[in-house]
């Protein structure tokens, strides 16, 4: 091929804003026609944003993308300057009665040039497995078919299209065999932690295995529970990374590339910090979640514990700290300390903060429980039952939401996914919220994610870090009365939910570092049990590869092994 001037669109679409799609997606491309690029590659459903769920089964949604497409080709007309984009396409009507899905619409990516549509190509292959749904929103294409260009043969691939293991088709090989000089494969990716060496893996197996050239351009942003960490690269016929996009970035790039050169020595991918990493797409999804549903403000219940600190931390780096209220509920069995260290971290992020205790509308409703049971006079103290504990938590709750109702504030929750795993929340109470910040985000990386913010300075107080977790939600109260320790509990967590082993598995794996057999039994029992409580979590950021939306299980369940 001939030398390529690539303007790569490395984008933060909102879903169905097609205005505020549009209008980036020209002003980019009037750019890439200044800086005389050849082409400019945007990602997977750029017009519309992704995912569309439902929204793809529009008529109207789709028209109106239909409307803008072409708008958008007009814009090359007496250009140089190609436009690859995504978009949804209407498929054929369906003859009443055919044996077929619902689905009315493709995954579709338009080559516009001249002033026209030149070509199209469907999604070939749609994902089905962790959060994708594909199958139940698109038709799927039916052949892989090269384009012609003047400055080559370009092949076109729509994200699942590479990764093909597993399924009959295999796309790539297709456009190889109609001689496709150079492999353009347009996504919205999610992230997930270790996804960038997998990713890495996989397009530098796919160019040298077909000895063709690569450019992959990836979706970045926060879209619901979704975070996309963008990371485009473009890789030679020899596996090279001879460009690669800033993670969590949105940006327009532009890479020149000639063919052969021999020279070059490729970019490897530089090593994770798998904290910092987190922590910047959960920043990015706080951010975005916040910004594309029309919050400019947040409050977060803070226990004086390491959670509700780090979700604080979060959320003044990603909104600012005149965005962000902190809220203490100091109870009866609060330790001073509690309230305290939280008005220390308030202090530190320079965050305004309240104290509102809540003894006194705890009693009251104790009381008034006891006494509508009874039919007469509460009587004194009584122990603390399960009940009493929640309440407290349901009082939180609601002034919380009060708060978030009255001065127009997102709540974000605090809980995190080894709590949320065993049931170690209230619903109602600690789980009420719009968005659950860490709850993808195991106990032990919290405590990496407060270590990483404090790298610099101690923002988290130490005392918060190093005090042992407890709900306090009765006398000298401590999570590890109802839990085994978070260390250890993680890593059968991990092995259970992430890498969906067996019990047995799992005993065989853990037992030399001391967990017993009972302790894997009894965690494995509570996660199953509990999966009613996850289905009524708010949206939860996603960071692992196994997050809660994509291990979709049977809440009446009795399999235990």
């Not at 797409?281 to 004086?304: E, M």
């Amino acid at each position: 091929m001939k030398k390529i001037r690539f303007a790569i669109a490395q984008m933060n679409p909102t879903v169905g804003d097609y205005a505020g799609n549009v209008r980036k997606i020209l002003a980019w491309v009037r750019r890439a026609q200044q800086r005389k690029a050849d082409i400019i590659v945007f990602p997977e459903l750029a017009l519309s944003g992704y995912p569309v769920w439902d929204l793809a089964n529009k008529a109207g949604f789709v028209s109106e993308g239909l409307k803008h497409l072409d708008r958008i080709a007009l814009a090359t007309k007496g250009k140089k300057t190609a436009v690859v984009l995504g978009f949804v396409e209407p498929a054929a009507k369906q003859p009443p009665g055919a044996n077929h899905h619902p689905a009315r619409s493709y995954n579709a990516l338009a080559w516009l040039e001249g002033g026209k549509i030149k070509a199209k190509q469907h999604k070939r292959l749609l994902p089905t497995y962790d959060v994708f749904l594909e199958e139940l929103f698109f038709e799927s294409g039916k052949a892989s078919k090269v384009i012609p260009w003047r400055l080559g043969r370009v092949g076109p691939t729509i994200c699942e299209d590479l990764w093909d293991q597993g399924y009959a088709h295999k796309p790539v090989s297709d456009l190889v065999s109609q001689r496709a000089q150079l492999i353009i494969n347009i996504s919205a990716s999610p992230y997930y932690r270790g996804v960038a060496g997998v990713r890495d893996s996989l397009l530098k197996r796919h160019a040298v295995r077909s000895r063709c050239p690569l450019l992959y351009v990836n979706q970045v942003g926060g879209q619901d529970d979704l975070i996309f960490d963008g990371r485009s690269v473009f890789v030679d016929s020899k596996g090279r990374v001879l460009f690669r996009a800033k993670p969590f970035k949105e940006e327009l790039c532009f890479f020149d590339w000639e063919s052969p050169r021999p020279e070059e020595q490729g970019i490897v991918l530089p090593p994770i910090n798998e904290p910092a990493e987190m922590y910047e797409a959960l920043c990015l999804g706080i951010s975005d979640y916040c910004s594309k549903n029309g919050f400019r403000k947040v409050v977060i219940g803070l226990s004086g514990g390491i959670d509700s600190a780090v979700v604080a931390a979060l959320a003044v780096d990603a909104l600012g700290k005149d965005a962000v209220l902190g809220v203490t509920m100091p109870s009866g069995f609060s330790s001073r300390g509690s309230w305290k260290d939280s008005e220390e971290l308030a202090k530190r992020l320079g965050i305004e903060f309240r104290n509102y205790p809540i003894r006194g509308k705890y009693d009251y409703l104790v009381k008034a429980y006891d006494a509508q049971r009874s039919g007469r006079k509460a009587k004194g103290k009584k122990k603390i039952t399960l009940a009493m504990e929640n309440l407290q938590a349901r009082i939180r709750g609601l002034e919380l939401m009060y708060l978030s109702n009255d001065e127009g504030r997102l709540l974000l929750s605090t809980g995190n996914k080894s709590e949320l795993a065993m049931g170690y929340c209230t619903l109602y109470g600690d789980m009420a919220g719009g968005l659950c910040v860490l709850g993808d985000v195991y106990k032990s990386d919290v405590y990496r994610l407060a270590w990483y913010r404090n790298r610099d300075k101690e923002v988290i107080p130490d005392v918060i870090i190093r005090k042992p977790p407890s709900a306090e939600l009765r006398p000298d109260q401590k999570d590890e009365d109802s839990l085994p320790p978070y260390d250890l509990l993680d890593e059968v967590l991990y092995q259970y939910i992430e890498e969906n082993r067996s019990r047995d598995e799992i005993q065989e794996m853990v037992r030399p570092r001391g967990i017993s057999a009972a302790t894997v039994k009894d965690a494995i029992r509570r996660v199953d049990h509990n999966e009613y409580k996850r289905r009524q979590t708010p949206p939860i950021l996603r960071v692992t590869q196994k997050a809660w939306f994509g291990r979709r299980m049977p809440i009446t369940n009795r399999f235990d092994r």
